[in-house]
């Protein structure tokens, strides 16, 4: 019997020993882990500092808003890090592949810009899509505000109504949680309008501040629905002329498309395509134009052709 009392006393302090050592592990882990978070938050308030002291407030300001649009909350410095990364990435393996340090040197300039390319094209499309969105939200707010005259509960009893229509419903989220928070419902919608680039939002933000003075809820009610008004007669007169645009977008697109694809097929029915396009000057010259004049259409297609109406 006394064996057995051993045994479990062993055992017990086995397990102790154990369950010690792995609360230790895990607390040393966890101090690596804030040791480390610390750094790296000591490393980007230098970047976050270095880049205040360089760049532009309204050029920050202008990419942190594309970002936001493209339903990617990031920071100018966040965005800067990811195409210095993209950037060396894509200029090592071109590099290290074709031995030449011009085409290194040209796709280190090409990964450098293309995050903030395709957030553009993302942002394109996401944009595009809530403006379709706009008008019905904003109506709905105006008929819940209507009936329960409170704006902040009509925006929470809005956001429900609108659960899986994306991204619109995102964006109500984040001012739902604003609201609850207590940020102004005017500066809350201002962000808003930010998120999504939509000036309708932002008009309905500033008759929101205005309407404080306005005398009884039918006033109010008045002067918030000119921003529903407005964006239905924008939506009017712009039907067509979005129509004839998306065409020339989507064809736009579809000849970019053609460039690496028609890469793809060289590769594989053209045995000697990777050689010739790497090794001799030629190639490399072309390789360096072709992926030039892609980005170059790119950015057209994105900020000209692409990019939403105003």
Known sequence: MHWILIGVALLVALLSMTVLSSKEDKLNKRKKQAVSGLRENVIKRKIDGIIEDKI????????????????????YSELFIISVVMGIVLGLIMYLGTNNPLLGFLFLVIGFLMPKQVLAMIRNVRVTKMEKQVGSFIHMILKRYETTQDFGKAIH????EFKGEEPVYSELKRLSYAVTLGRPIHEALRDMARSMGNRYVERLADYYEMAGDAGNTASRL?????????????????ILLKREIANVKRENYIMLAFIPIFAIYQVFTNDDYIRFMTETTMGQIGTASIAGVFVILLWFINNKIGAPLD
Request: glycine share 8%.
């Open 157 to 160: 009893l809005s956001t429900e």
């Open 222 to 238: 008045k002067l918030l629905g000119q921003a529903y008004e407005q964006y239905e007669e924008n939506r009017k007169g712009k």
């Open 56 to 75: 532009k407030y309204s050029r920050r300001y202008n990419t942190e808003t594309l970002c936001l649009q493209a339903g990617f909350p990031i920071s």
